[in-house]
């Protein structure tokens, strides 16, 4: 039963992507509805999977039955049940939020916003559940297109973003796919198992050292690592609300999924270890993301641009853990694929809240907010401890588990800079809590009439529909640090190479 | 040296066509200058993929005289060329197709905000405006 669950995760969001047009014809308040009800089944599938694989361990489907070199399979093994279980779960949450945001920014476009919601979170389910690297390339393809495509819809700016991430993200892909070409040549096979087995003997080969660069730097580009990042700020800040908070979390957290599947499953550990120097140079590249992430964070005084800096900074958490290429640095880079994804998803949600209530973005207009959202400011409060690093949220663990990591290679600047980063997290969260907690409203704004000043602040929480995602990812939060031990135990340690 | 590249010249090809899209994507101030910079990009690496798949002195990969009785003939691969990458590559034209799709919509957008196609003045613009 659970072999048909990994088609239905494909299947079922592309098929329903397909009738969302049809219904939007027939009656267009029905489109929100149906995504919900649709995107239920990759998550039950993704459990079911995570399930299975848990108790008898990994298994594979067949595609039409084809056996394995030549056909496509997908293979569940711990890392891609995890990874599935995030996606489905964070993309549900997402639809369940976007109503009340697509009606307010996009009423004429809620057809079509609905269709590339599909489409984009298929894209995001085949990245993970491919055993082929060709598939994954356009599984990454199908996600970008749709990505583009939802951002160009945004607000001012957002075509000049998304064209610029096209010209991009279009380079990183075929930089990938070039890369494909050089193991090819070299294999004839583009079964990620069956590569595996082909590649050891070929590893002095300069065509694998030229396929693995190119892989490397697509991925990057893909990921946002520093430098490679120019893309994101300007895309995922001018991106609407519902679709900031799809693809922020998704989109380079499934990039580096990629990264830690080829440069693990597809390539032998101590290759990427030994024979190529690639993890030190990630490595440093990614303290300068984290920096520079942090410092062009701090400049910002618009919430959701703060954000998405943050963002820049997370992808060189990741990359880290996977750079001191040990246990316990790749154990923390798969835990903080899972907390950065939902600890982002509520600051975006959030965000896109706070923007739908008061119609302002900037940190400084927030005052009161914690008399006018109280839910949501929790929420915000909540996560923003755990991006800090304060126990039992969950983001404490997984940047434990990465400065354990980088502590056991003996790369202490690279413990230093994740130090460094909760120590700027702190000052970027705390400063925004002020402003929602603690700050009187603008002296400008108060000295109109007097009587404002003692005027009784309206509560005027966000949507229903808003608040159920944003309390659900703020318990998640906390959820996830209190079981972060026994996640480790039962999936993670499992997910990571057996040689390591 | 000149055998070296004569012998290697489809690769040659592919990387001089791919740098000349490169630059064009870096280099070019028009939108649709680096679209097409974008397409050049994308073909280089078609044509790389083709070329891998030929075999000297091979014929297309469809097998004649097979099947109804006939199958007990050994077949030799040299004699074909290898269709996989060119299959691969119809995949690849079809998404370099939607790319140009989608991009060639999001300069429509563009140029009905800021009436022109060049990237610095679209700067200017965003500059002047504040957004």
Redesign the interface.
Same mark, same amino acid.
């Given at each position: 039963m659970a072999e048909q669950f990994a088609a239905l995760i494909i299947v079922v969001p592309l098929i329903a992507s397909l009738f969302v047009p049809v219904i939007g014809w027939w009656k267009k308040r029905l489109c929100y509805p149906w995504v919900v009800a649709v995107l239920i089944i990759p998550l039950i599938s993704s459990l079911s999977i995570l399930n299975t694989v848990m108790t008898t361990g990994k298994f594979s489907y067949r595609l039409a039955g084809w056996a394995p070199p030549w056909g496509i399979e997908y293979v569940l093994d711990h890392l891609s049940a995890f990874v599935l279980v995030i996606v489905s779960f964070i993309s549900l949450m997402v639809a369940i939020y976007s109503k009340k945001s697509v009606q307010d920014n996009l009423p004429e476009k809620t057809v079509p916003f609905y269709t590339l919601f599909l489409l984009l979170v298929t894209g995001l389910m085949g990245i993970v559940i491919t055993g082929d690297v +060709?598939n994954l +390339?356009?599984f990454l393809?199908i996600s970008a297109?749709s990505c583009?495509?939802l951002i160009?819809i945004g607000e001012?700016?957002a075509?000049?973003a998304?064209?610029n991430y096209?010209?991009i993200g279009?380079?990183g892909?075929?930089f990938y796919?070039?890369g494909i070409?050089y193991l090819?040549?070299a294999t004839g096979s583009l079964n990620m198992a069956d590569l595996a087995n082909i590649l050891p003997p070929l590893y002095d080969s300069k065509v694998i050292l030229v396929a693995f660069a190119f892989f490397t730097v697509g991925l990057a580009v893909k990921a946002g690592l520093f430098p490679m990042h120019t893309w994101l700020p300007d895309a995922y800040c001018t991106a609407p609300s519902a679709v900031s908070a799809l693809i922020a979390p998704l989109m380079t957290k499934v990039a580096a999924y990629v990264m830690i599947r080829l440069m693990f499953t597809v390539f032998q550990p101590h290759f990427s270890i030994e024979i190529v120097p690639v993890f030190t140079i990630l490595g440093w590249l990614a303290v300068m993301a984290i920096v520079w992430g942090g410092i062009k964070a701090l400049a910002q005084t618009d919430l959701k641009r703060m954000l998405v800096y943050v963002v820049v900074a997370e992808v060189g958490y990741i990359v880290i853990g996977v750079s001191v290429a040990n246990r316990l640095g790749l154990t923390g880079a798969i835990l903080h694929i899972m907390n950065d994804a939902v600890m982002m998803a509520c600051l975006f949600l959030v965000t896109g809240a706070i923007l739908y209530k008061t119609g302002t973005r900037e940190i400084h207009q927030l005052s009161h907010l914690n008399k006018k959202m109280p839910f949501t400011m929790a929420a915000f409060t909540i996560t923003a401890l755990s991006m800090v690093g304060i126990p039992p949220a969950c983001g404490f663990f997984s940047k434990w588990y990465l400065i354990l990591g980088t502590i056991e290679a003996g790369q202490w600047f690279w413990a230093a800079a994740l130090l460094c980063s909760s120590l700027i997290n702190a000052v970027l969260f705390f400063r925004v809590i002020e402003c929602a907690y603690l700050k009187p409203m603008e002296p400008a704004y108060a000295h109109d009439g007097g009587e404002t000043i003692h005027e009784e602040i309206q509560r005027d929480e966000a949507p229903f529909t808003m608040l159920v995602p944003i309390v659900i990812m703020a318990a998640g939060v906390i959820l996830l640090g209190i079981f972060s031990g026994k996640i480790i135990s039962s999936v993670i340690q499992f997910a990571v190479p057996a040689s390591f | 040296m000149l055998d070296y590249v004569i012998s290697k010249y489809n690769f040659w090809i592919y990387i001089i066509l791919m740098m000349i899209g490169l630059y064009a994507m870096i280099g070019k101030k028009n939108l649709v200058k680096k679209l097409i910079g974008m397409n050049i990009f994308q073909s280089a690496i078609i044509l790389f993929y083709v070329s891998t798949g030929v075999k000297a002195g091979a014929t297309v990969p469809i097998l004649s005289g097979h099947g109804h009785g006939h199958g007990h003939e050994v077949i030799e691969v040299a004699k074909y060329i290898n269709p996989l990458p060119h299959v691969l590559m119809l995949t690849a034209i079809v998404v370099s197709i939607a790319t140009t799709g989608v991009a060639i919509a999001t300069l429509i957008l563009i140029y009905r905000k800021y009436n022109t196609l060049e990237e610095d003045e679209i700067l200017m613009i965003r500059k002047e405006t504040g957004v």
């Open positions: +060709f +390339f356009v393809e297109l583009y495509a160009a001012e700016g075509p000049m998304a064209f096209i010209i279009t380079i892909a075929c796919l070039l070409g090819y040549i | -």
